[in-house]
């Protein structure tokens, strides 16, 4: 009952044992997921800042150690196992690369934020909420194209309220609380979460942001090694 409150319930595979690299390879769903994480891991400005972000935060992500692709209950596309600093890729509910790019963003920004700070992921709501806000507001989920393509789009204030509502959704599917508990966590931390961009220093709304924000972080890192 206690793992089923911690969203463990969406993530079947988790108490299995792991297959032989063999028999996972015959799988078409696992073999995709394989080579569209690889893409993403090598081309995608979003994952290349995080990656290069932990590795400066002492967390180094490692691709056969770090990412699991498997197979999940629901409708949900990832998740982050805190227990095992691994990020989890619903190899069934993932089809398109555009996806993929998306998912791992969002995953990489819980996996650093477990780096960078003490996250009580399983006690504390409004610590679940801050990082859920934080991974919806820089990982690209709530870009004007990706509302469009969900019928969802306006003006004012837009971003925010897809952040905050994404954030709510995320809590929602991965603990067993109220909509008003999930609603009140969020509303609780918003401003605070929605300001905090490490390591971004800014919101990505579009790849072409995002590879700004890469090579400003990597400018960065080269003139505090020179100081």
């Given at each position: 009952e206690e793992e089923d409150d911690l969203g463990y319930r969406l993530f079947p595979d988790r108490k299995k044992k792991p297959q032989s690299f063999l028999v996972r390879s015959l799988f078409t769903f696992h073999n995709k997921c394989q080579v569209m994480l690889r893409m993403t891991l090598e081309t995608n400005p979003y994952a290349q800042l995080l990656l290069e972000a932990m590795k400066q935060s002492g967390c180094t992500v490692f691709n056969d150690r770090h990412f699991s692709c498997e197979n999940c209950d629901g409708c949900v596309s990832g998740g982050f196992d805190s227990a095992t600093s691994q990020i989890v890729l619903c190899q069934n509910n993932i089809h398109h690369q555009s996806h993929m790019n998306r998912v791992v963003a969002h995953e990489l920004i819980h996996a650093f934020d477990h780096c960078r700070a003490h996250v009580d992921w399983f006690k504390n709501v409004k610590h679940l909420a801050c990082s859920e806000i934080r991974a919806a507001n820089l990982s690209g989920d709530c870009t004007l194209m990706n509302e469009i393509a969900r019928f969802k789009f306006g003006?004012?204030?837009h971003?925010?309220?897809?952040?905050?509502?994404?954030?709510?959704?995320?809590?929602?599917a991965v603990r067993k609380v109220s909509k008003e508990t999930a609603e009140k966590a969020v509303d609780e931390v918003f401003d605070a979460c929605f300001n905090d961009l490490?390591?971004?220093?800014?919101?990505?709304?579009?790849k072409t942001d995002a590879r700004r924000a890469y090579r400003d972080f990597q400018n960065r890192d080269r003139y505090n090694a020179n100081l």
């Open positions: 003006l004012k204030r971003h925010q309220t897809c952040v905050r509502d994404r954030a709510i959704r995320s809590i929602l490490e390591p971004f220093g800014r919101i990505p709304h579009s």
